[in-house]
C-alpha cells in the first residue's frame, strides 16, 4: 500500500483489515495468477494434442507454475508481503519472471509469452513500493532484451528490430508502472482521509447519543408517518405508562399523544419550526404540561447532492420544572436580598426585646401585660426569622472551620431524639429502631443534632396521625456503611420538588426558608458523609405502606474520640 508521504515507501498491511480496497486487489492478483497458469497448463495441453508434441517440459513448467500459484493463493491470501523490495516477492513476482521467461525459452513455436509480464509488474506498482515497481520493470526490460539478443545469435538476421521492440515495450512498462504506483497512492490517501472521517463521525455519533441520552429534556425524533425513531429516557419518562417501550412506536397509538402527533404533523406541512405549549393526559396520571419546539432535519447535505429522508426533532420541555428552575432562581435573588436585609433589622430587633422587657416588669394590668408578651412573642419570631435567613452564612463559615470528631451513633441519636421529642411528648411519636450497634462515626454531635432535627421536624409537619407514621432507624448494612434513616408516611414528592430538595432557598411552602435541608447537605459533605432521598415501603400497623425517607449515609470511625462543636449560635 503506497504511503501519501513518500512516492517508494508504504505502511505495512494490515491483516486484521479485511474489506480494506488493497487486501481486495491481493486477492484479486492472488486469483488472476490461479486462473492464467490454469489457462497455460490447458493451453500447453491442447498444443500438445493438437501437434503431437511429445516435448513434456512446458507442460511440466505450467503445471509448477500452477502449483505455485495455489500455494500462494492458499498460504498467502490473509496479507501481501511487506512493500519494501526483498526476497518476501519471491513466492509471486520472482515465480511469475522466471516461469515466463523459462516458458519464452522452452516455447518452439511463434507464440509469444512476454505480455505475461505486465501482471507481476502490476503487483509490484499496486501493492509495492517505487522501487519494487521499478526494479520489477527493470527485470521484465532485460528478460525482453535477453530475448532479443538470443533469438538474434539462433535465427540470424538484423536484431535491431528486435532489440527496438524490447526496449518500446519496456519503457512501455516503466509509463505504466510509475502511473499504476502513482494511482495507488492516491488510493491510499483516500482511504486514509476516508477512514479518519469515519473515525470522526462515529466519535461525533458516541458523543452527540451520550448527550442526548444524558438530557433533562425529552427528545423525540418522528418521521411523516408519526413514528417515533428515536426517544431518550427523559423524553420516555413524560410520554407516561408507555413511555418504557423502545423506538420505533407510534404517537397514535395513546390518545394522550395527539398533541405531539399534531405538532409534528403542522411542522411537517409548514415546513418551518414550531413552538407550542401541550398538555398530555394520561389515564389515572395527573396531566403533563410540556413546552415542546420542533424541527425538521434538512433533507439535503451541505455542499452535497445526496438527499435524505425528513425528520422532526422535538425538544420537550417539563413546564413544572421550568416553573420550579424560575422559582428557584427568584428565591434565591429574594434570599440574597433578604439577608442583607436581615443583617439590618437585627439591632433594631434587639433594641425594641430590650424595651419590651423593661416596659413589661413595670406593668401590672393583664390587658397591657397581654400587649407586651404579644410585642415579646412577635419579636422573638422575627429575631428568628433574620437568624435563618442569616443562617446559610453562618453555616458555610462554621462548616469551614470545624474540626473532625467522632461519637457514638446510637447513643447519640437516642439523646437527641429525647430531646426533640420531650418538647410534645403527646404529638412526637415515632418507631425507634436502632440498630448500628453503638458504630463509632465521623461526625459533630452539634452538626448531627441539626441535621436529624431538621429531618424530624420535616417528617412531622406531613406525617398522618397513626402512632408509627414516623420512624427512625439506624442500622449497618453487610458491606459495613452505617446509615440513619427518617421516614414519615407523607404523600409522594413532586418531580420538580425532589429535583430541588436539597438547593438554598428552595420550598414547595410559602412560609419556609427553604435553607434546612440544603443546610443538612452542607453538614454531611463536611464529615465525608451522603444524605438521600427515596420514596419507599415500611411495615406499620396498617401493612407496607409507602413514605417519604432521607437517609444520610456515614463514613465509618476507627474509635470514639472526643467532640468539639462551633454551633454555638445556631439555633435549633
Not at 413552538?275 to 434538512?298: F, M, N
Not at 432562581?329 to 434570599?335: D, P, T
Not at 436581615?342 to 433594631?348: D, Q, S, T, V, W
Request: include cysteine; aromatic fraction near 6%.
Amino acid at each position: 500500500m503506497p504511503a501519501n508521504t513518500a512516492p517508494d515507501t508504504r505502511p505495512p498491511f494490515s491483516p486484521n483489515l479485511e474489506e480494506t480496497p488493497f487486501l481486495r486487489l491481493w486477492h484479486g492478483f492472488l486469483t488472476g495468477r490461479v486462473m492464467v497458469a490454469l489457462a497455460l497448463l490447458l493451453l500447453q495441453a491442447l498444443g500438445q494434442l493438437i501437434n503431437q508434441n511429445a516435448d513434456p517440459w512446458p507442460l511440466a513448467v505450467s503445471a509448477a507454475y500452477l502449483a505455485a500459484t495455489l500455494a500462494v493463493r492458499i498460504l498467502g491470501r490473509h496479507a501481501p508481503p511487506e512493500p519494501q523490495a526483498g526476497p518476501q516477492w519471491l513466492p509471486s513476482i520472482g515465480v511469475d519472471l522466471a516461469a515466463v521467461c523459462v516458458l519464452q525459452w522452452l516455447h518452439t513455436g511463434g507464440m509469444n509469452f512476454t505480455a505475461l509480464l505486465g501482471l507481476p509488474i502490476l503487483m509490484a506498482a499496486v501493492l509495492g513500493t517505487l522501487t519494487l515497481a521499478l526494479g520489477t520493470t527493470a527485470c521484465a526490460t532485460l528478460l525482453l532484451l535477453a530475448w532479443a539478443w538470443w533469438l538474434g545469435e539462433t535465427t540470424g538476421g538484423d536484431a535491431s528490430q528486435r532489440y527496438l521492440q524490447a526496449a518500446l515495450t519496456g519503457t512501455g512498462y516503466f509509463i505504466v508502472a510509475f502511473l499504476v504506483h502513482q494511482l495507488s497512492i492516491r488510493l491510499v490517501r483516500e482511504r486514509q482521509v476516508a477512514l479518519h472521517n469515519r473515525r470522526a463521525a462515529l466519535v461525533q455519533r458516541q458523543v452527540s447519543a451520550l448527550v442526548i441520552q444524558n438530557l433533562t429534556d425529552g427528545v423525540l425524533v418522528v418521521d411523516e408517518d408519526n413514528t417515533v425513531r428515536m426517544a431518550n429516557p427523559a423524553a420516555r419518562e413524560l410520554l407516561g405508562d408507555t413511555a418504557a417501550l423502545l423506538p420505533p412506536f407510534s404517537l397514535e397509538q395513546t390518545a394522550a399523544w395527539h398533541p405531539l402527533r399534531a405538532l409534528a404533523h403542522r411542522t411537517f406541512q409548514q415546513d418551518a419550526a414550531q413552538v407550542a405549549d401541550v398538555t398530555l393526559l394520561s389515564p389515572g396520571q395527573s396531566p403533563v404540561g410540556l413546552h415542546v419546539r420542533a424541527w425538521l432535519t434538512p433533507t439535503r447535505q451541505a455542499g452535497t447532492d445526496v438527499s435524505s429522508e425528513r425528520l422532526c426533532v422535538m425538544f420537550l420541555h417539563d413546564l413544572r420544572a421550568l416553573e420550579a428552575r424560575l422559582r428557584t432562581e427568584k428565591l434565591a435573588a429574594m434570599g440574597r436580598m433578604s439577608a442583607a436585609v436581615a443583617h439590618e433589622i437585627r439591632n433594631p430587633l434587639a433594641a425594641i426585646t430590650q424595651a419590651n422587657a423593661l416596659l413589661d416588669e413595670d406593668l401590672h394590668d393583664p390587658a397591657q401585660k397581654r400587649l407586651a408578651q404579644m410585642v415579646r412573642q412577635n419579636a422573638e419570631r422575627l429575631a428568628r426569622i433574620a437568624e435563618d435567613i442569616l443562617d446559610i452564612a453562618r453555616v458555610q463559615h462554621q462548616i469551614s472551620h470545624a474540626p473532625a470528631s467522632t461519637l457514638a451513633l446510637d447513643e447519640t441519636v437516642a439523646h437527641i431524639w429525647h430531646d426533640w421529642q420531650s418538647h410534645d411528648p403527646a404529638r412526637r411519636q415515632a418507631l425507634v429502631a436502632l440498630q448500628a450497634d453503638n458504630a463509632p462515626v465521623e461526625f459533630d454531635a452539634e452538626h448531627l443534632r441539626r441535621v436529624l432535627v431538621n429531618l424530624l421536624d420535616n417528617a412531622l409537619r406531613y406525617k398522618s396521625d397513626a402512632p408509627d407514621a414516623l420512624q427512625l432507624h439506624t442500622q449497618v448494612s453487610a458491606s459495613g456503611q452505617v446509615s440513619l434513616q427518617v421516614w414519615s408516611d407523607g404523600t409522594p414528592m413532586d418531580q420538580s420538588v425532589q429535583k430541588h430538595l436539597f438547593e438554598p432557598f428552595f420550598s414547595s411552602e410559602s412560609r419556609s426558608s427553604g435553607l434546612g435541608l440544603y443546610i443538612c447537605r452542607e453538614l454531611c459533605e463536611r464529615h465525608g458523609a451522603s444524605i438521600s432521598y427515596q420514596r419507599l415501603d415500611r411495615t406499620t400497623g396498617r401493612g407496607p405502606t409507602g413514605g417519604n425517607a432521607f437517609t444520610v449515609g456515614f463514613r465509618k470511625a476507627g474509635r470514639l474520640k472526643g467532640s468539639a462543636s462551633l454551633f454555638d449560635t445556631i439555633v435549633v
